[in-house]
């Protein structure tokens, strides 16, 4: 079982930076790939970025490629996602998710965080 709580998001201008953070509860953080999903008003869950446990292998949806980078630091069970040249359309409620490496399925959420990019 993990616990997933995101914090970091907030209300920016296009071109402005954040870093979104996702703090981890639970003893086997090194056993889990993370990853983030975003959902704007009226649309699906989409997905972000995804890290593998280890950290060593990242992935990206194309739109938010060169611009978002995810991390993750173990010893401190939490997860980053660095968002560069926002845009309006990155405006959307974002969530941290968690999955064991025997499934592509991400089993754990967290609550979620806004995240506002205005024009």
């Known amino acids: 079982q993990v616990q997933l709580v995101e914090s970091g998001g907030g209300l920016v201008q296009a071109g402005d930076s954040l870093r979104l953070s996702c703090a981890a509860s639970g003893r086997t953080f090194t056993s889990y790939a993370m990853g983030w999903f975003r959902q704007a008003p009226g649309k699906e869950r989409e997905f972000v970025a995804a890290i593998s446990w280890s950290g060593g292998n990242t992935n990206y949806a194309d739109s938010v490629k060169g611009r978002f980078t995810i991390s993750r630091d173990n010893a401190k069970k939490t997860v980053y996602l660095q968002m560069n040249s926002l845009k309006p359309e990155d405006t959307a409620v974002y969530y941290c998710?968690?999955?064991?490496?025997?499934?592509?399925?991400?089993?754990?959420w967290g609550q979620g965080t806004q995240v506002t990019v205005s024009s």
């Open positions: 998710a968690a999955r064991s490496a025997l499934t592509p399925m991400y089993h754990y």
